[in-house]
Nanobody, 119 residues
């Protein structure tokens, strides 16, 4: 079955950078869209960014546009999220998710990785 495992979270000062990675396994993801979501304490999960595995087309939430970059590595079967110019409001658990491009809902989720940005 599909397995998504995130890594790379941690504690960083405001203005710093982190790189999150999502290792995907269990099937071929060429017809999937991969995404990152985040959930801060006491809030609902929110969309951050997504990428079409096959075409590489990307999409970002306005709150992270210009600061975060999503990419995929076909050889390693990973989806990465580069986080630059981090702000305290970026503090959250970051989740990797996957859905087939023909569907609307993200069916597969990782366990999440914590990102904490200190001011």
């Amino acid at each position: 079955q599909v397995q998504l495992v995130e890594s790379g979270g941690g504690l960083v000062q405001a203005g710093g950078s982190l790189r999150l990675s999502c290792a995907a396994s269990g099937r071929t993801f060429s017809n999937y869209r991969m995404a990152w979501f985040r959930q801060a304490l006491g809030t609902e999960r929110e969309y951050v960014a997504s990428i079409n595995w096959s075409s590489g087309s990307t999409n970002y939430a306005d709150s992270v546009k210009g600061r975060f970059t999503i990419s995929r590595d076909n050889a390693k079967n990973t989806v990465d999220l580069q986080l630059n110019n981090l702000k305290p409001e970026d503090t959250a658990v970051y989740f990797c998710a996957a859905r087939q491009v023909s569907t609307m809902n993200y069916r597969y989720w990782g366990q999440g990785t914590q990102v904490t940005v200190s001011s």
